[in-house]
């Protein structure tokens, strides 16, 4: 089949996601793709001229297809040459490099440019804007202010729109002094009500911007170079640069003058079409339904549209207009606006919180239970929630106070529905967004199926709530429930508590009898450390240990690493050494050759890189216990000087901190814990954003925090309580690990654990002895300290065959039959 | 039980069933070949290349269940007796025959 031609006039974000949508649906092959773009670069995002402008980002970087990708597309770009004239009926274009070219379809992609009023004295002879005055549109329009700024002192920007701030933030950063001259009351008016506008202009105002309302600019002044402004009351202000932003004018002449129907833009229907055969337009330049835009996300829209329209003639898809939401920091600012700005019926409800010392303002509208509206300025949390309301048409809660505050420690959602598909979402496995959708939509449509399918969540899992939202957002009602989330392990159909009470009831003592009574005989290798854990903490001393069921760190005491070695971390307790200790390390390191020595996080030493079969020499050379840097156990306690040596030091921390990691080292845990004792509130140790923390206060006593974490979520910890002696830390915190050995899932980390408990019903369990298990609590996590044996004495009796060998050889080579 | 060797192949015994602890695996260097062997708890062998074809980790070191084997370094999942990859996107593993002699040795064929 012989290809067609596709002509786009408009190389900007409309002309090039069109390209972009085409070729992704093998558009290539249907057409020869012909571009002309009178910028003469690739193609680059707009939006991010404001970041560039501020010093935020380079103008390099925001280049999205260079010229290069369209050679390597086939794409013909005809960069920097503008388009003179369409004759619709000869159907073909005519540049302005000299270039004629017919096409078989047209599309119109012009965008729009900066709305320039009528001011005296604005262009120079040649029709020129005068030297200082600027327009903001295009990285050229930037680049020449950014060269100006350099010597400019003080900018006034004309328009106090969305894109006038953005200029006057730019040059703020800058290190100009701005004004912004707007004709209305306040600022933002198309976006804001009034008291929206009142609030930003103060945070502006706070912030170093003047702003002059209601101030109509009629005349540049100066010579040759811009002096100031006149305005139509009589006053002037000086000032030596100018940026204009009064607004947007589809670009349409060129349409209008080939004869195609036009309005305020060039006017389309649903299919994008115009009223000449084989003619398209697309972005700002439209007009549909009586709309036309200025953000880009309906073009998105309508370039996905027209390209599954022009690849796949039969398609029915249908560009229905966008409703419009906006969403961005202007000056540093939160803001987000969608919808009506003011109610319309008598009906709407209208909900309104206003904080102006803080720039703090929500209002809702909502009308049938729906958000027909809502503005939220200085507090970006509440959006994302807000915007996928809105874009969905959801129902609200009937509180709407929850729509408009979030919970502290709740942790911040992004909207998912508003990230662009090749958005990251797990950075530890780079799955990006539209991978995960488009798995969903496959049928993935439970939480465990889609994260072993795409791998997502399955690193670090820091973005599994990002997972969720995006199952939620991609399967809608689809949404299976997956019944092994409740699960204690995946490999066994029960909860933690249904299991322990059924390992207890038949004295299942081992991980192998577990599977044979409750599983079916079926050993999910994915379920045994798990088990492993629990059974341990149930039958302490009594547990039957079986080796496979351990993970590899558990088999030879010693963390695995990416090259196959281990890392060997003796225990330095509470972080404190010695020259005697340091010599032996220094002696092993250099005896075995240990590749890295490194002073760990945990405050020891980590020699990095042994060899498996070095592992039982190592230990017994350096004659100290097991640092436990890698099983799911009491990893270790920090400490900071404290009132031994430091000045400010009311508590012996150091001391404390030995005790409690002699006490407590190597018990099991459904997760590690890693502790902390500070001997003040200056918290050197880190201590409140630790699984269990302690900081010395004035008169002698302690504060205990739990739940706690700085891993890939940080969490301040809640006060457990506060104690007057070191024998009740040790007690107080005893019990909170035991419970937490006993309640929480395998790999909950405490701050998990803590939250979903809440601190409140942990006091009243934990010290009010709500549940009368204290005393078993503090038993049991007695039992296990006196049960703790030091792994590294292994080095002397090995616990299986070869347990220690790097590799095996075979006994012979068997004579042939 | 007698193993029926194919021509150009060569069998090494690997030494008696106890070298393996129970649910474990182990690797053994044979020549040039790296190979991790499996003995699951129910005594059932299993040989494969013993490089994750992920990165490289030591398959031998993972753990065993269900006809499966876990590499230790990154979760990815193998099944023992096809080495075909679980829900990941790599290559199969090789996998190698491997039997038990009459006199409780492990014997691994491989080709010459
Ligand atoms: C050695 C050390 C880095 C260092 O050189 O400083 C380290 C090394 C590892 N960390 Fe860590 N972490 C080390 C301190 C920390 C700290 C800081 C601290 O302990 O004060 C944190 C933040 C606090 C925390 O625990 O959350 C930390 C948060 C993590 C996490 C994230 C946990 C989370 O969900 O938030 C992981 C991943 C995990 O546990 O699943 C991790 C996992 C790992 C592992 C074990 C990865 C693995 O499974 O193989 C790393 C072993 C590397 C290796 O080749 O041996 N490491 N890691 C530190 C050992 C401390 C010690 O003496 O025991
Ligand atoms: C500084 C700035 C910040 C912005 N920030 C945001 C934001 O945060 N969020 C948001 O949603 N929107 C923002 N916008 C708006 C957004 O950039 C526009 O909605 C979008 O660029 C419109 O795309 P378009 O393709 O229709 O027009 P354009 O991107 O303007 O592209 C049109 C292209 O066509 C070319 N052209 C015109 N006539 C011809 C011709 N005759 N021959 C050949 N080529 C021609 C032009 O040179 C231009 O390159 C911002 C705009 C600016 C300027
Ligand atoms: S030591 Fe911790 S932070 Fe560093 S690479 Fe390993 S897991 Fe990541
Ligand atoms: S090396 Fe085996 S899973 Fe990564």
């Given at each position: ?48 001229l404001?970041?560039v402008l ?5 103008s ?68 020129k804007l005068?030297k200082g005055v600027f327009a903001f549109r295009t990285i050229d329009d930037c680049t020449g202010m950014l060269d100006y700024a350099t010597?400019a ?88 640069m100018?940026v ?574 | ?112």
């Amino acid at each position: 089949m012989q290809k067609q031609r596709l002509v786009i006039i408009g190389n900007g974000m409309a002309g090039a996601r069109l390209v972009e949508e085409i070729l992704a649906h093998q558009g290539g092959d249907q057409y020869d793709i012909v571009v002309f773009g009178e910028e003469p670069y690739g193609n680059y995002n707009r939006i991010l001229l404001s970041n560039v402008l501020a010093g935020s980002q380079d103008s390099a970087d925001i280049f999205i297809n260079p010229l290069a990708w369209y050679k390597e597309h086939g794409v013909t770009l005809h960069a920097g040459s503008r388009v003179d004239a369409i004759d619709c009926t000869l159907k073909c274009v005519y540049a302005s490099d000299g270039t004629v070219m017919a096409y078989d379809k047209l599309v119109i992609a012009t965008g729009s440019s900066p709305a320039i009023p009528a001011l005296a004295n604005l262009y120079t002879p040649e029709r020129k804007l005068q030297k200082g005055v600027f327009a903001f549109r295009t990285i050229d329009d930037c680049t020449g202010m950014l060269d100006y700024a350099t010597q400019a002192r003080k900018a006034v920007v004309i328009g106090g729109g969305l894109l006038g701030l953005e200029a006057a933030r730019g040059l703020l950063n800058r290190g100009l002094e701005v004004h912004v001259a707007h004709v209305a009351k306040h600022v933002m008016n198309v976006q804001l009500d009034t008291m929206g506008g009142k609030i930003l202009r103060s945070s502006l105002e706070k912030m170093g911007v003047s702003l002059h309302l209601q101030k109509r600019t009629n005349a540049i002044l100066g010579d040759g170079q811009v002096e100031g402004l006149g305005f139509e009351d009589g006053s002037t202000i000086d000032c030596d640069m100018v940026v204009i932003s009064t607004g947007i004018r589809p670009n349409i002449e060129l349409a209008q003058q080939a004869g195609i129907a036009v309005e305020r833009g060039i006017l389309v229907q649903d299919d994008l079409s115009c009223s000449v055969p084989d003619v398209y337009a697309i972005g700002e330049c439209t007009q549909h339904r009586g709309c036309t835009y200025g953000l880009v996300a309906p073009l998105w829209e309508q370039a996905q549209c027209l390209a599954e329209r022009l690849t796949h003639p039969d398609s029915e898809k249908l560009y229905l207009g966008s409703r419009t939401s906006t969403k961005l920091k202007v000056l540093g600012v939160d803001l987000a606006v969608m919808g009506d700005k003011e109610e319309v019926d008598e009906d709407d409800e209208v909900v309104v919180y206003s904080e102006p010392s803080r720039g703090v303002y929500k209002k809702l509208i909502v009308r049938e239970n729906k958000i027909a509206g809502a503005i939220v300025i200085g507090d970006g949390s509440v959006t994302p929630r807000l915007l996928q309301l809105f874009d969905r048409r959801s129902p609200l809660p009937e509180n709407r106070d929850e729509l408009l505050f979030q919970l502290s420690g709740e942790s911040k959602e992004v909207n998912v529905a508003d990230m662009p598909d090749d958005t990251q979402i797990c950075n530890c496995n780079g799955v990006s967004k539209g991978k995960i959708v488009s798995c969903v939509k496959s049928g993935k449509r439970s939480l465990k199926t889609l994260c072993d399918a795409t791998r997502a969540g399955t690193g670090c899992g820091s973005c599994m709530s990002q997972v969720k939202s995006l199952l939620e957002y991609a399967a809608g009602d689809a949404l299976v429930e997956d019944p092994s989330i409740h699960y204690y392990v995946p490999g066994v159909p029960l909860t933690k508590p249904a299991l322990i009470e059924a390992i207890k009831e038949q004295q299942l003592r081992s991980v192998s009898s577990v599977f044979a009574a409750l599983a079916g005989g079926k050993e999910d290798p994915g379920s045994k450390a798990g088990l492993a854990s629990l059974l341990k903490t149930i039958w302490g001393k009594d547990y039957e240990d079986q080796r496979d069921a351990r993970f590899i760190n558990d088999r030879v005491h010693a963390n695995i690493q990416n090259n196959g070695t281990f890392s060997v971390i003796p225990r330095m307790y509470g972080g404190v050494t010695s020259a005697k200790e340091l010599r032996r390390i220094a002696d092993v390191a250099e005896k075995y050759q240990v590749p890295m020595v490194k002073v760990t996080g945990g405050q020891r030493i980590d020699l990095v890189g042994v060899a498996k079969d070095q592992l039982p020499a190592v230990w017994n050379d350096l004659g100290m216990p097991s640092g436990h840097a890698y099983t799911k156990s009491f990893r270790t306690c920090k400490t900071c000087l404290g009132s031994e040596y430091c000045r400010y030091g009311v508590g012996d921390s150091t001391a404390l901190g030995i005790n409690v990691e002699k006490r407590y080292q190597g018990i099991e845990t459904p997760h590690k814990l890693k502790l902390a004792v500070s001997g003040c509130p200056r918290n050197c140790a880190e201590s409140t954003t630790k699984d269990i923390g302690v900081i010395a206060i004035e008169g002698g006593k302690w504060e205990v925090y739990i739940g706690g974490a700085a891993g890939a979520s940080v969490r301040k910890g809640d006060v457990l309580c506060v104690v007057d002696s070191q024998e009740d830390v040790l007690l107080y915190m005893g019990r909170f690990m035991q419970y937490y050995r006993e309640q929480a899932r395998y790999l909950e980390r405490t701050h998990g654990f803590v939250e979903r408990m809440g601190i409140e019903k942990l006091r009243q369990i934990l010290l009010e002895d709500s549940e009368g298990i204290c005393q078993r609590l503090d038993h049991d996590i007695q039992s296990a300290v006196d049960s703790y044996v030091d792994p590294w004495q292994e080095a002397h009796a090995p616990a299986t065959p070869a347990q220690f060998a790097n590799v095996l050889q075979p006994v012979e080579q068997v004579a042939a039959l | 039980m007698s193993m029926i060797l194919k021509t150009g192949q060569v069998t090494y015994n690997l030494g008696p069933l106890a070298r393996l602890p129970h649910g474990e695996g182990r690797t053994f260097q044979i020549g040039t070949h790296s190979i991790a062997v499996f003995r699951t708890r129910n005594d059932e062998l299993y040989a494969t290349q013993a490089a994750c074809p992920h990165k490289g980790g030591p398959l031998a070191d993972g753990l065993v269940g269900d006809g499966k084997v876990v590499c230790p370094l990154h979760s990815y999942k193998f099944q023992l007796a096809t080495g075909a990859s679980i829900g990941n996107t790599c290559a199969a593993l090789e996998t190698y025959p491997i039997t038990l002699s009459p006199d409780g040795d492990i014997l691994l064929s491989l080709d010459a």
